[in-house]
Nanobody, 125 residues
Framework: QVQLVESGGGLVQTGGSTKLSCVASGRSLSSYLMGWFRQAPGKEREFVAGISWSGSSTSYSDSAKGRFTISRDYAKNTVYLQMNNLTPVDTAIYYC??????????????????WGQGTQVTVSS
């Protein structure tokens, strides 16, 4: 099992930026996909971005493309989500997730096996 701990987020003004971090531990991540999901009040959890631990492939939701960037740091066992040009629509709890898989990223959160506790991002208008 992989343990995931998120940090970052907080209160951001519209048009601002913030960077989320997710530190992973527990086992080798070489065969894992890492992802960021978010869940706004009253809505289902949705896929935001994903990256293979090798870094060779990434995936973004339509709402994240062009504004968010996912990356990872081998040495720190950390995955990042840089979010720019934020709007109130981006307000949500953001979760880091992982699954032992290579290939296509799952959009269904039910198929990801490991989750962090979540970190709140609030974008003020």
């Amino acid at each position: 099992q992989v343990q995931l701990v998120e940090s970052g987020g907080g209160l951001v003004q519209t048009g601002g930026s913030t960077k989320l971090s997710c530190v992973a531990s527990g086992r080798s991540l070489s065969s894992y996909l890492m992802g960021w999901f978010r869940q706004a009040p009253g809505k289902e959890r949705e896929f935001v971005a994903g990256i293979s631990w090798s870094g060779s492939s990434t995936s973004y939701s339509d709402s994240a493309k062009g504004r968010f960037t996912i990356s990872r740091d081998y040495a720190k066992n950390t995955v990042y989500l840089q979010m720019n040009n934020l709007t109130p629509v981006d307000t949500a709890i953001y979760y880091c997730a992982s699954v032992r898989r290579l290939g296509t990223f799952y959009g269904d959160p039910g198929k990801w096996t490991d989750w962090g506790q979540g970190t709140q991002v609030t974008v003020s208008s």
